[in-house]
C-alpha cells in the first residue's frame, strides 16, 4: 500500500490537496531547445554552470540536442553533487514518481529521503532532497572524473617507440570514415584526440579483444564506451549517440560497441577515438593499420 501510495503521490498543481508557496525563479525555469542552441550557449544564457546543467537534465544528449526539446534550468536553491542527493525545488505538475523517472530513482528512495514531507502535499518552490541510485550515482561522479580530466590538458604521450607487442595491426573503428582532426596538440598546446567523420547509423567496433570497463555517459563526452585490452592498453569511443554493450562485457575484435551521435556543431557523425597506454594518450596511427 505505501508503493502505491508514493506513486500515485499528488500532483503539485492548482488544485487538490496542493499547496502553494512563494517561489521566485520557478516560473520560465523550462527553456525549449531551438535551432544552433548547445548544451553551453543555453547554460550561459541562463546563467549557471554547465555541469549543473546536464545534471539536471541527464537524458539531455549534449551531441544530438533535439529542436523542441525541453530543458529544466536549475534555480538557485538547487544543488546537484555529483553522487547526490540532488536539492530539488518542486515545480507545477511534480510528483515522486515524476522526479524519480527524471533521475532514475525511486519515489520510495525520495519519501525516506524527505521523511517530514507528505508526498499528496508537495508545495511549489518547496525544496527536497532526491538521492540517485548507486549505479546513477556512479556514473554521475564517473561522468565528473572524466569531465574533468578532459578539461585540464591531457598528461604528455609516452614513449611510443616501446609499445607492447599486442598494439600492432589494430583496424579502425569505422568501416566509413574521414579523419577530421588528427591526434596531436592544438594551438594552445593541449593534446587533443582523434575525430572520426562517419555516416548516420555507423557503429563503432572493437579495435582489440577486451573488457569493457565503461559503458556510460560523461559530461562533455555524451555516451562513451571505454574497452581495456592486454599489456595495459585502453582504447576508447566516445560522443557515441546509443551504446549497444553492457559494462563489464568481454568483448573481441569487431564486436559493434556503440552508434555513432550527430553534432549540431559540425553538422555530422562525428566519434571521438582514443588509444591509451597506461592511461597515458598515444598515436592511434601507431597501432591502427
Known amino acids: 500500500m505505501i508503493v502505491i501510495l508514493l506513486l500515485l503521490a499528488g500532483c503539485a498543481s492548482g488544485g487538490g490537496n496542493v499547496q502553494r508557496g512563494g517561489a521566485p525563479g520557478i516560473d520560465g525555469s523550462w527553456v525549449t531547445v531551438q535551432r544552433g542552441d548547445t548544451l553551453g550557449s543555453i547554460a550561459a544564457q541562463a546563467n549557471v554552470p554547465l555541469a549543473r546543467l546536464q545534471r539536471f537534465n541527464p537524458d539531455a544528449n549534449p551531441n544530438r540536442l533535439a529542436v523542441g526539446q525541453r530543458l529544466l534550468v536549475p534555480t538557485q536553491q538547487e544543488r546537484a553533487p555529483s553522487g547526490g542527493p540532488y536539492r530539488y525545488q518542486i515545480r507545477p505538475g511534480d510528483t515522486y514518481s515524476g522526479i524519480a523517472r527524471r ?24 525544496v527536497i532532497q532526491v538521492p540517485l541510485q548507486a549505479a546513477r ?72 579483444d577486451g573488457d569493457v570497463r565503461f559503458a556510460g555517459s560523461m559530461r562533455q563526452l555524451g555516451r562513451v564506451v571505454i574497452v581495456h585490452h592486454a599489456d595495459n592498453l585502453q582504447s576508447v569511443y566516445a560522443l557515441c549517440d546509443s551504446i549497444l554493450v553492457d559494462d563489464g562485457a568481454r568483448v573481441t575484435r569487431g564486436t559493434p560497441l556503440c552508434e555513432v551521435g550527430y553534432s549540431n556543431t559540425t553538422e555530422r557523425h562525428d566519434l571521438l577515438f582514443d588509444v591509451r597506454l597506461g592511461g597515458k594518450p598515444i598515436d592511434p596511427r601507431r597501432v591502427l593499420r
Open 103 to 126: 533521475f532514475t530513482t525511486t519515489p520510495a528512495r525520495i519519501q525516506s529521503a524527505n521523511p517530514g514531507i507528505e508526498p499528496t502535499r508537495l508545495r511549489v518552490g518547496q
Open 137 to 208: 550515482a556512479s556514473t554521475a561522479r564517473a561522468s565528473a572524473s572524466g569531465s574533468n580530466r578532459a578539461a585540464r590538458a591531457t598528461p604528455p604521450a609516452p614513449d611510443t617507440s616501446s609499445l607492447p607487442g599486442s598494439a600492432r595491426n589494430w583496424p579502425w573503428p569505422l568501416d566509413d570514415y574521414r579523419v577530421v582532426r588528427a591526434f596531436g596538440s592544438d594551438s594552445r598546446g593541449t593534446l587533443q584526440p582523434m575525430l572520426l567523420a562517419t555516416g548516420r547509423g555507423a557503429n563503432a567496433r572493437a579495435v582489440a
